[in-house]
């Protein structure tokens, strides 16, 4: 591979040996055992269908999107399931920008061999209208830091997004049935994806006089003879195998399959993990979000009411004033407080009574009185009945 041939050119020949004979005394250079995994972490985003995993060093990061397109003639009732790959310079400085090199090719074929072949996502889920319309996976995965065993590090986190990914739901609906609706996540849930099993990558390097490692770093990639990579399920199915690189004895095979086994079972146990408490953070989110709603709905069309009531009592009282608005007669108070001075309405009745069933006398230090459209104070009917006197 042209990745590895350019990583083993960067590196001297004191390195290499130095890898082989640590490797020969079942030591690593990263002080690992020749099986041991790194340190594996899984993260998801914030929206469904996108994954972050770390293997070590190694991070790629993985998106999930659909789209409704025509099926092929062949598989009229089953939906496409497609694995994309983006090798950034960034990542690695043999990788050059553009158009896919040869790893990228092959990191593809080796994950869409392992998902596709193995059956394990039901494709036949995917179709919403038979012949018509079905449902377009496309898996993008984007190399973040390449620091080796990209194979493994890209199998879990498409299956992590693959788990966390949640299409929309449709209908059929029209006059002849064959229109298809797409409802939002607010009128109805999307569907999750019905994954049958978790095929994992387990990938091994082989070293001259048949040292095997598990795992291998961006060092021991450039010093390994060959690989090859063993795609299995938790129940020990063995779903794909590649490999590459020099000749590998059946016994040693056979070792790598037992191995191969027990470190999917742990990883499926870690994906699963994962995705469960993914999965009950979402489910919270959405409890406090619906509870949020409900309690600003309660009595707000009771308060509404009645301030439509109030607001249509003092608009009625405002329109009976402006009819006899000529006839009244407006008093200057003689009192003055200094350089201030205010303005009173009084009519005939508010006169002799002090309680003050009319209009009432407001007085100001600095400014004139203004009369409030909104005051509750007063009293259309004696309102009436003092522009009846007065005229």
């Given at each position: 591979m042209d990745q590895r041939l350019a990583s083993a050119s960067r590196m001297s020949i004191n390195e290499k040996k130095f890898i082989e004979a640590a490797l020969a005394s079942d030591l690593r250079v990263d002080g690992r055992r020749p099986f041991d995994y790194r340190?594996?972490?899984?993260?998801?985003g914030r929206r469904d269908g996108s994954s972050e995993v770390h293997l070590g060093q190694t991070h790629v990061m993985c998106h999930v999107t659909s789209q409704l397109v025509e099926p092929y003639r062949d598989k009229l009732n089953e939906g496409t399931l497609s694995i994309f790959t983006e090798f950034s310079p960034m990542a690695d400085p043999s990788f050059?920008?553009?158009?896919?090199?040869?790893?990228?090719?092959?990191?593809?074929?080796?994950?869409?061999?392992?998902?596709?072949?193995?059956?394990?996502?039901?494709?036949?889920?995917?179709?919403?209208?038979?012949?018509?319309?079905?449902?377009?996976?496309?898996?993008?995965?984007?190399?973040?830091?390449?620091?080796?065993?990209?194979?493994d590090a890209a199998n879990i986190a498409a299956l992590a997004a693959?788990?966390?990914?949640?299409?929309?739901?449709?209908?059929?609906?029209?006059?002849?049935?064959?229109?298809?609706?797409?409802?939002?996540?607010?009128?109805k849930e999307p569907l999750c994806l019905r994954i049958h099993h978790l095929p994992i990558a387990i990938s091994f390097a082989f070293f001259g006089d048949g040292i095997v490692a598990i795992d291998p770093s961006h060092d021991e990639e450039a010093v390994m003879g060959g690989?090859?990579?063993?795609?299995?399920?938790?129940?020990?199915?063995?779903?794909?195998?590649?490999?590459?690189?020099?000749?590998?004895?059946?016994?040693?095979?056979?070792?790598?399959?037992?191995?191969?086994?027990?470190?999917?079972?742990?990883?499926?146990?870690?994906?699963?993990?994962?995705?469960v408490a993914y999965n009950t953070e979402r489910a919270l989110k959405k409890i406090k979000r619906c509870s949020s709603i409900v309690a600003v709905d309660v009595s707000v069309p009771d308060i509404k009411m009645e301030d439509y009531q109030s607001q249509s009592t003092i608009q009625q009282g405002v329109g009976e004033f402006s009819v006899g608005h000529d006839s009244l007669k407006l008093k200057k108070d003689e009192s003055y407080s200094g350089k201030s001075h205010c303005l009173g309405e009084k009519t005939a009745k508010s006169q002799n009574e002090d309680t003050g069933k009319g209009l009432n006398v407001k007085k100001c230090s600095k400014a004139p009185s203004t009369w409030d459209t909104y005051s509750k104070g007063i009293d259309s009917e004696a309102l009436m009945a003092s522009l009846v006197l007065s005229g």
């Open positions: 340190r594996l972490t899984i993260k998801f050059e920008s553009g158009r896919p090199g040869e790893y990228a090719v092959e990191l593809g074929r080796i994950i869409d061999r392992g998902l596709r072949e193995s059956r394990a996502v039901d494709t036949e889920s995917l179709s919403v209208l038979s012949g018509k319309f079905v449902w377009f996976i496309r898996v993008d995965l984007h190399i973040l830091d390449n620091r080796g065993n990209l194979v693959l788990l966390t990914f949640r299409m929309p739901d449709c209908s059929l609906g029209g006059e002849d049935g064959q229109k298809v609706i797409i409802h939002p996540p607010e009128v690989r090859m990579t063993m795609t299995l399920n938790a129940n020990g199915d063995v779903c794909a195998v590649q490999k590459s690189g020099g000749g590998v004895l059946p016994s040693t095979i056979m070792q790598c399959l037992r191995i191969a086994s027990v470190k999917a079972s742990d990883i499926t146990n870690k994906i699963k993990d994962s995705v």
